[in-house]
């Protein structure tokens, strides 16, 4: 079994608190909670991508393909998402961006399960989402 | 690794998106949130096997098990159950629920480790439960 | 694969249900939902650390390190951890005791994945987490 490592896309915002965006150790990759936070800019805090949960979802996606890829996987690897909505009444239109936005990805593999459930989040985020994968 | 497969029980509704029901890759078997849904019946949406936390746990602990079976494995298997429920008074009789069920199969392993945090569902549902197995 | 084994820590109550503390399977071991319970203490009920964020956080830390520690293995091998808060305005002050924590634990791996979200406890829990790691 290889070492524990980060994982730190360079987009990414250092995290606000002693934990990694990602962690890769032998074949299990973990993706912390990733949220729609765009791209980091030195000096700046983070922004969102904007206020709609279309924004959110597909930055959040991105994001997480992100620790992905900089740990050496990508989504064919993913065993499951689990995605955080702060209203039930966002279910339908995830999916349909969920969907549509993997329709584009290229999937080889199964797709992830999945768990999705309503729970409270900062201000102004509407979607979080975080993976597991198993590398080959 | 052996590659990522899709598990889908003979009685689960197609996923209302692009997720599977589990996926299982080498000795690695995730199964994705389940919720108190009856089979499916062909032509007709998903019905919930009833309105109380009995009937609802019952059928969701038995779907998640059909994705276990269906992927190979079974609850001994299993290391963590993830238990989603929509309100603290529920805690009690759930777990009654839980044990007698358990105390029903056979287990030969250690019971699993388990989390169960209160959320918001749609619409009906009570209760919602997803599984990480290791096989051997 | 060796055989999956539950992890009990000298100090824990009993589980209020059919679960394991922590169990482990081959390199792998999952610590359940931990909260800010003091050792028990036989023939009473689990007593809370204390009403604040910070006697409840630092308790819940210390009693997923003692499953980690039974199961054995430590805070190195973490790859993630899923916190669970009942208020977002606690997300800073909870960052603030975990990174004072973590300073303390002589980590030499890289710090685990986090999700934090916001949920429903049990009333007068203010934080539960769990943990996924992989040992080497």
Redesign the interface.
Known sequence: ?S????ITPAGHAT?????????R????L????QVGFLPAVAGRPPAVAGPTLREQTLQTLENVRAVLEAGGAGW??V????V?LTD?GH?AEM?EI??AY??GQGLK???????????????GLLI?I?A?A???
């Not at 150790?25 to 299990?28: A, L, P, R, Y």
């Not at 768990?115 to 900062?122: A, D, E, F, Q, S």
């Open positions: 079994m070492e524990k490592t980060a995290p606000p608190a002693a934990f990694s965006h990602g962690v150790k032998g074949n299990i973990q993706v912390a909670g064919d690897d065993m499951m998402l689990r955080y039930t279910f999916n969920y969907d993997f329709a593999a199964a797709p992830a399960a999945r768990t999705t459930v309503y729970v409270g989040l900062p201000a979080e975080d597991l198993v590398l080959d």
